[in-house]
């Protein structure tokens, strides 16, 4: 493809060309957190194609915000916008220019224009990083600068987004998206074509690997609905779980599930309170659903959500159904460590995808599936087996009901051995050591105890026809989550890559 100014849009054909050109896919890596994008890296360091793939439930926190908006103005829900940078920025992009994406603006921008914030952001940037990172950081300076002029006149001064707070990568997605004509108001939905031009001029831009793409799930809009061991059933996902104030439609109380130790100013509570408020916590059965919404006219809040609709099985997106198809037999579907109910494990509750899976498998490609290291607030006590229950639940909610066994969709099970990690490893697994701060601010990333299997589940499961790799794997990294810099516990890359392949 020709050399082009930063925001010149190439046609849907030529962006189908250029992907065309670059072969088949090695993996294809479901989930659009932070477990994912690190598997999406390091495949990518060691040189194998891979798509990502962004999931379609999150309702997010700024970016339910900026969906919300978005709907209000075009009458149709946008694609979420963090989850896809995440992906983006984490897996394929130049790790110089994720620092910038992977932001928040100042809660008080002073009046400044959008370009202006946004080229404040970049050199921030330059002044934190490496020498070595400054030609690629001044580089997507200019493209900032220009998209920032795009989304001050699109997005700020049409008051469809806010700049003071806002999640740097959630609004250039949007913005972007916009800018192209994904979003525009002369449709009934979303233009799909554009969508992937607009894909196509972020990851040029991010400097994201050419062995590398991004693509959404699906396009439709669903929402999570989840039930728990406590007896309650929460539409709306982990947000509500963790935002909803009051008596909601849900009939939740802010805190009802979470933790004291997880809530600003919450005063402090015995450890038996805590363990049973984890345990009623814990989701035994899920699925996407449509829902009826509020008025339009309204801003957003957290009580957006009023009343499920029915069960609905999401469309997969077909250029995503293609790349499953150009997967090269010995590749494999990766589904990464992650939120297994509202990130990773979407990925099986979509409308065709049992069907692909079958025809992949028979084609000699793989699916591993690589267990969180750590349990956290909804998946609080989760064995194995509680893993493969929630992928049974998902293929069966997508396949139209069908009563479907994991050693049908699985084939590999990777997961950490906790008995030989270090003691300062032991303890974060137990969700100890951890900063109060910290775990205010991130709330359901909290780690609860580590995910194990037995050897005789070891056995049992062999005898099901799924391979299980379990090995001591994990370290301790800075990370940087929601513009929090802090301590967590994760996969060493070189012995998942080696578990995995």
Not at 41 to 69: C, F, K, M, P, T
Not at 261 to 287: F, H, I, Q, T
Not at 302 to 308: G, L, Q
Not at 403 to 432: C, F, L
């Amino acid at each position: 493809m020709s050399a082009a100014s930063a925001l010149s849009v190439p046609s849907a054909e030529e962006v189908r060309k250029e992907y065309a050109s670059r072969g088949q896919f090695d993996f294809v890596v479901p989930g659009g957190g932070h477990g994912a994008a690190a598997v999406c890296r390091a495949l990518l360091d060691e040189g194998y194609a891979v798509a990502g793939v962004a999931n379609a439930i999150d309702e997010g926190g700024h970016s339910a915000r900026i969906r919300w908006d978005i709907y209000r103005h075009f009458g149709y829900w946008p694609i979420i916008p963090g989850d896809t940078m995440n992906l983006l920025g984490g897996g394929l992009a130049d790790p110089a220019i994720y620092s910038v994406t992977n932001s928040r603006l100042p809660k008080d921008t002073g009046g400044a224009s959008t370009d202006a914030v946004f080229a404040e952001a970049v050199d921030a940037a330059i002044e934190k990083r490496p020498e070595s990172d400054r030609l690629a950081l001044e580089g997507f300076k200019s493209f900032l600068v220009e998209m920032g002029k795009a989304i001050e006149s699109e997005l700020v001064g049409a008051e469809l987004a806010a700049l003071p707070g806002a999640s740097l990568q959630n609004l250039l997605h949007v913005g972007v998206m916009v800018h192209v004509g994904a979003y525009r108001k002369s449709i009934r939905a979303l233009d799909q074509d554009r969508y992937l031009c607009g894909s196509y001029l972020l990851e040029r831009e991010m400097k994201a690997s050419r062995r590398g793409v991004v693509v959404p799930m699906s396009f439709d809009k669903v929402t999570l609905v989840t039930k728990h061991a406590g007896g309650l059933t929460v539409v709306g996902g982990i947000n509500r779980v963790l935002l909803a104030k009051g008596d909601g439609p849900n009939g939740l109380e802010y805190g009802d599930m979470v933790p004291n130790s997880m809530l600003p100013e919450a005063p402090a509570e015995s450890p038996e309170e805590e363990a049973r408020k984890l345990a009623g916590a814990k989701v035994v059965d899920w699925y996407p659903a449509e829902v009826e919404h509020g008025p339009t006219s309204e801003p957003f809040n957290n009580d957006w959500v009023f009343e499920e609709i029915r069960p609905v099985a999401p469309r997969l997106n077909p250029f995503l159904a293609e790349i499953i198809r150009s997967l090269k037999p010995g590749g494999a579907i990766v589904i990464p460590p992650g939120n297994a109910h509202e990130s990773t494990y979407t990925f099986f509750t979509m409308s065709g995808i049992w069907e692909e899976l079958q025809a992949a498998r028979s084609r000699g490609v793989r699916v591993v599936l690589v267990c969180n290291p750590v349990n956290l607030l909804l998946t609080a006590g989760y064995t194995v087996d509680d893993y493969l229950n929630a992928i049974e639940q998902a293929v069966a909610r997508g396949a139209g009901g069908k009563e479907i066994r994991a050693e049908e969709v699985i084939d590999r099970i990777v997961v950490n051995d906790p008995s030989g990690a270090s003691e300062k490893v032991q303890k974060m697994m137990e969700g100890e050591d951890i900063p109060r701060e910290v775990k205010q601010a991130l709330l359901h990333r909290t780690p609860t105890g580590p995910v194990t299997v037995s050897s005789a589940d070891m056995e049992r499961l062999h005898g099901r026809g799924m391979e299980v790799v379990q090995k001591a794997m994990l370290s301790v990294e800075t990370v940087s989550i929601r513009g929090i810099e802090t301590e967590a516990i994760s996969y060493e890359r070189e012995k998942l890559i080696e578990a995995i392949i």
